[in-house]
C-alpha cells in the first residue's frame, strides 16, 4: 500500500536553529497537510496545502513555519528559528481530495528543541 | 471549534472483551475518521465513515455515525492485547480535526 515517507524520524536541534523536515506524500495526491503532537497532547493541525499554496494555516502556523513543494515528490515544514516548545511530533500526510477521502499520514519526525 | 471530544479518556479491558470509545463534535462534518497510534508512533487509518452513512464495519471494528447528536463511536470487537494504543477520532471538512483520544489497554 503506498504510504507517506518523513525524513528524518528523530532529529535535536539548538535553539534558535532553522530546521527543514522532509515529507514524500502519495504520489497521485493533491492535498497536503502538516500536523503536529506535542508529548501527551492531541494531534494538532498546522497547514494545509494545495496547488503549490497554503489552503489554510492555523494560529500555530506563524511566521517562523513555512512550507514548500520544491519539486514533483517532496513537500517540506521549515521553522526558521526553532524555540524549546516546538518540541514535538511532527506528522505530514496526504489525500487526494479535500471531502471526501482518506487523510494519510506519516510516522512522524520528532523535533527535540533543546 | 468542531472539534472532537472523547471518552472515555482511559479504558481498561481484558483481551477478549468490547472496547466501545465514543467522540462527540460540533458542527457539520464531511466525514468522520478514526486512527489508531501507539506510542511514540505514527496515525494508522482504521475507518472513514461519510456523514450520510450511519454504521460501517472492519474486520473487528464497527464505527456509527449520528449526525443529529453530532457522535460517533468505535466498537473494537474481542480485543487483543495488540490492540493497546490510543484512539483519535477526527472530523473531516477541509481538514481534520482531531480529538483528545482514548488510550486503551487490553490485558492478556
Known amino acids: 500500500e503506498p504510504e507517506v515517507t518523513q525524513t528524518p524520524s528523530h532529529q535535536v536541534t539548538q535553539m534558535g536553529q532553522e530546521v527543514i523536515l522532509r515529507c514524500v506524500p502519495i504520489s497521485n495526491h493533491l492535498y497536503f497537510y502538516w500536523y503536529r503532537q506535542i508529548l501527551g497532547q492531541k494531534v494538532e493541525f498546522l497547514v494545509s496545502f494545495y496547488n503549490n499554496e497554503i489552503s489554510e494555516k492555523s494560529e500555530i502556523f506563524d511566521d517562523q513555519f513555512s512550507v514548500e513543494r520544491p519539486d514533483g515528490s517532496n513537500f517540506t515544514l521549515k521553522i526558521r528559528s526553532t524555540k524549546l516548545e516546538d518540541s514535538a511530533m511532527y506528522f505530514c500526510?496526504?489525500?487526494?481530495?479535500?471531502?471526501?477521502?482518506?487523510?494519510?499520514f506519516g510516522e512522524g519526525s520528532w523535533l527535540t528543541v533543546v | 471549534s468542531q472539534q472532537g471530544e472523547e471518552d472515555p479518556q482511559a479504558l481498561s479491558i481484558q483481551e477478549g472483551e468490547n472496547a466501545t470509545m465514543n467522540c462527540s463534535y460540533k458542527t457539520s462534518i464531511n466525514n468522520l475518521q478514526w486512527y489508531r497510534q501507539n506510542s511514540g508512533r505514527g496515525l494508522v487509518h482504521l475507518i472513514l465513515i461519510r456523514s450520510n452513512e450511519r454504521e460501517k464495519h472492519s474486520g473487528r471494528l464497527r464505527v456509527t455515525l449520528d449526525t443529529s447528536k453530532k457522535s460517533s463511536s468505535l466498537l473494537i470487537t474481542a480485543s487483543r492485547a495488540a490492540d493497546t494504543a490510543s484512539y483519535f477520532c477526527a472530523t473531516a471538512t477541509d481538514k481534520l480535526i482531531f480529538g483528545t483520544g482514548t488510550r486503551l489497554q487490553v490485558f492478556p
Open positions: 500526510a496526504s489525500s487526494e481530495d479535500l471531502s471526501g477521502n482518506t487523510i494519510y
